[in-house]
């Protein structure tokens, strides 16, 4: 009798639990319109192709397909680990990552505290345009950009330099420059549109928290560090946790364009590298092997951060 009663309060629940769950479908349908193409986007081209990692444990073959290629296991991962390529590819990787993480991540930062002490709403809106611009222009005319200005012979800083008596310096030639280079263009490029984030949790501060430190005598960089910078704290760490997530990736395009035969030792990365022998030397089933490391890598970083995070009483990402 108990479990008949039992297995009908049950029912009931689930019952309650879909028409409640409809009910919010059909209030919020425009919401998930709007969220249509975005979901669409990752179902397409990032869940979707997940099928065919399959190809990281075979032979892959073009020809016969997925489903006849050769099963050969952890072959091209014992491959890659012994490969002489492998420390020098996981060197370069994470020298450019960790120069992004500790110049080019609190940036946006800083620029956002900035933005936020701007008073004046037509000169704060000006600034913010001109920050934001770099973010639309393509890598390729990032890196001609560069080569315009840094390029040894006709580049117009060391036209500079040689005007007032200095060397030429080879920018875009000197191994011990390039993750510099790569790092400011980074920087340059995204930093003025990474502030959106920030500067959206500072509007939902309560300006009566201000208007209270004021009172009590506090400047304007005192309630910043003890009122805006806790504020965002939040937000800060759940980017950072997503951050650690893409380590692996400092981005194909900007290091293929420009990468050059003189800086090869310090720009050949996980990405080139895939390129390089997954596309040019069709070795797929290898390159994939490659691509999982990396994602896997991230996973687990993401996944390790973001209990630490928790340890330390934030939120987390989930």
């Known amino acids: 009798m108990n479990q008949a009663y039992t297995e009908k309060a049950a029912q009931s629940v689930r019952k309650s639990t879909q028409s409640r769950l409809?009910?919010?479908?059909?209030?919020?349908?425009?919401?998930?319109?709007?969220?249509?193409?975005?979901?669409?986007?990752?179902?397409?081209?990032k869940y979707v192709p997940m099928a065919e990692v399959v190809i990281?444990?075979?032979?892959?073959?073009?020809?016969?397909?997925i489903w006849n290629s050769k099963w050969v296991g952890l072959l091209h991962f014992q491959r890659f680990f012994s490969n002489p390529d492998f420390?020098?590819?996981?060197?370069?990787?994470?020298?450019?990552?960790?120069?992004?993480?500790?110049f080019f991540f609190p940036m946006p930062i800083a620029l956002s505290l900035m933005l936020n002490e701007v008073r004046n709403a037509i000169y704060k809106r000006?600034?913010?345009?001109?920050?934001?611009?770099?973010?639309?222009?393509?890598?390729?005319?990032?890196?001609?950009?560069?080569?315009?200005?840094?390029?040894?012979?006709?580049?117009?800083?060391?036209?500079?330099?040689?005007?007032?008596?200095?060397?030429?310096?080879?920018?875009?030639?000197?191994?011990?420059?390039?993750?510099?280079?790569?790092?400011l263009q980074s920087a340059w490029k995204e930093a003025g549109w990474g502030t959106i984030?920030?500067?959206?949790?500072?509007?939902?501060?309560?300006?009566?928290l201000y208007e209270a430190a004021r009172m009590d005598g506090a400047g304007r960089f005192r309630q910043m560090w003890h009122i805006t910078v806790p504020a965002i704290r939040s937000v800060?760490?759940?980017?950072?946790?997503?951050?650690?997530?893409?380590?692996?990736?400092?981005?194909?395009?900007?290091?293929?364009?420009?990468?050059?035969?003189a800086v090869s030792q310090v720009a050949e990365v996980f990405d080139t590298y895939v390129y390089r022998v997954g596309i040019q030397q069709a070795q797929f089933s290898y390159s994939t092997a490659v691509g999982l490391f990396k994602s896997v890598v991230g996973l687990a970083l993401v996944v390790l951060s973001n209990k630490v995070a928790k340890k330390f009483g934030e939120e987390g990402v989930f």
């Open 22 to 45: 409809w009910k919010d479908i059909k209030r919020d349908k425009y919401l998930y319109f709007l969220a249509l193409p975005g979901l669409l986007f990752f179902l397409i081209f």
């Open 126 to 183: 000006l600034i913010q345009s001109i920050i934001y611009l770099p973010h639309f222009l393509s890598w390729v005319i990032i890196a001609g950009l560069t080569f315009l200005l840094f390029a040894k012979g006709e580049g117009v800083v060391n036209k500079v330099l040689e005007t007032v008596g200095m060397e030429r310096i080879g920018f875009l030639t000197s191994p011990k420059l390039f993750w510099i280079m790569v790092t």
């Open 197 to 208: 984030v920030f500067l959206a949790a500072m509007a939902g501060i309560d300006p009566q």
């Open 236 to 261: 800060i760490v759940i980017l950072l946790i997503l951050r650690l997530g893409h380590i692996m990736d400092v981005g194909f395009e900007q290091i293929f364009l420009m990468y050059n035969g």
């Open 87 to 102: 420390i020098l590819l996981f060197r370069n990787t994470m020298g450019i990552s960790l120069l992004n993480l500790v």
């Open 56 to 65: 990281a444990f075979q032979n892959y073959s073009p020809i016969v397909g």
